[in-house]
């Protein structure tokens, strides 16, 4: 029997490099997507499940877009009245969401028995964003198995590098970077000036490879 | 300024005491509730809304009815197909369903500026329980800190305490337990034969406190 995982799946570059890299390594990936009230949220899962797709995988999308209430005045990536910066600043920060989809990944994997969740965090947002941190999802895998009593495992495979050779690997696995959404703004294409657009802009220079998706600036 | 606590309130007598508890220490309490798909959801969030009206604290209800589906085949309390236990069985464990809503609860913590987020987890649970379990939550408590960057507590005041002597606890604080909610089946009245029925019968007995709640049988 191949050994099954879940791979969080925003449909960004990194966990849909993420979900690629899984299926070579030899699993059974189970993609999961969630609605948590982001102002991309239709963009989002429009690209993870043409990502889901065409890797022939099964996508569960999960609405949590109550979560818009949780998150009222604390984020602009889920309130519209909050200007979107174009560099860091705390409030790109969506309190403790990759803990939240960390849970209910688990969970789903507890039901469909999987023994990992792989998502897409990396390094270089660790400075920013606590719950990128090798520290934080070690900790969460730690909870996770005395919370189910499995010895599942919590993994940020590409944590050590850098983004751009994130994209070096996915273009060998044939990640197609052009379904991929990165833009937290949640236009009709990508706006290019806020802080995501920006990180995978550069991403694409460093690696050298052609970013095939459309910006607005 | 009063010191400010999420407590998570299913509208259980667990539960509903820690809220009474909270008060009683001097925190400024904000209840959260959930709709997990759970078949007693109409009868728990109800008993949720008239706890929380009592007391005069907040109340947000999250809708998480999409966890149904997470959890199709995994657990009684959410799969209607499947049958209710009178005495545990691994069917009514909903897995890491703590984690998800202390997960929530954190990110609500950090969006209001909360310190402590309350639950009404219980050592007699916890041998089967294994998201009740002290080792777990104080984990989950680490995982907290360093994905928010905060030193948020989380905490299970009466982990230590039988059953019995949080209702004789609550009978103190006028918890009012006629309005409280346990069944797992979701009928219009408490059937008085599943697990959680029959351990809240036990326990009033063992406090020697009358349930005011009425059961089918």
Redesign the interface.
């Known amino acids: 029997m191949r050994k099954r995982a879940i791979v969080i799946l925003s449909g960004g570059p990194d966990s849909s490099t993420v979900a690629y890299w899984a299926k070579r390594e030899g699993y059974e990936v189970h993609g999961l997507t969630f609605d948590y009230g982001q102002r991309a949220s239709r963009a989002e899962i429009d690209s993870a499940k043409r990502i889901a797709e065409g890797l022939g995988i099964p996508l ?1 999308i ?3 877009s ?2 818009k ?6 984020t602009a990536l889920c309130d519209e009245g909050m200007p979107m910066p174009s560099a860091f600043e705390p409030s790109l920060i ?7 989809m ?3 990944a ?3 994997a ?2 469909i028995g999987a023994e990992a969740v792989f998502y897409g965090a990396q390094g270089s947002d660790a400075p920013f964003y ?2 990128c ?1 090798r ?2 999802f070690e ?2 895998e ?3 198995r ?4 499995t010895s599942i495992r919590i993994e940020a495979p590409f944590h050590d590098m850098k983004k751009s050779e994130v994209i070096e690997l996915g273009a060998e696995l044939g990640v197609p970077y052009g379904l991929t959404w990165s833009c937290y703004s949640g236009g009709e294409r990508h706006c290019g000036r806020c802080e995501s657009c920006l990180n995978r802009k550069r991403a694409f220079e460093e690696a050298g490879i052609e970013d095939p998706v459309a910006y607005e600036a």
Chains 1, 2 share one sequence.
Do not use: Q
């Open positions: 569960k999960v609405d949590l109550a979560l209430e949780v998150y009222a005045g604390a969506v309190p403790f969401r990759n803990a939240v960390l849970s209910i688990v969970a789903y507890a039901s606590p719950d941190r520290e934080f900790a969460f730690r909870a996770a005395l919370g189910t009593g």
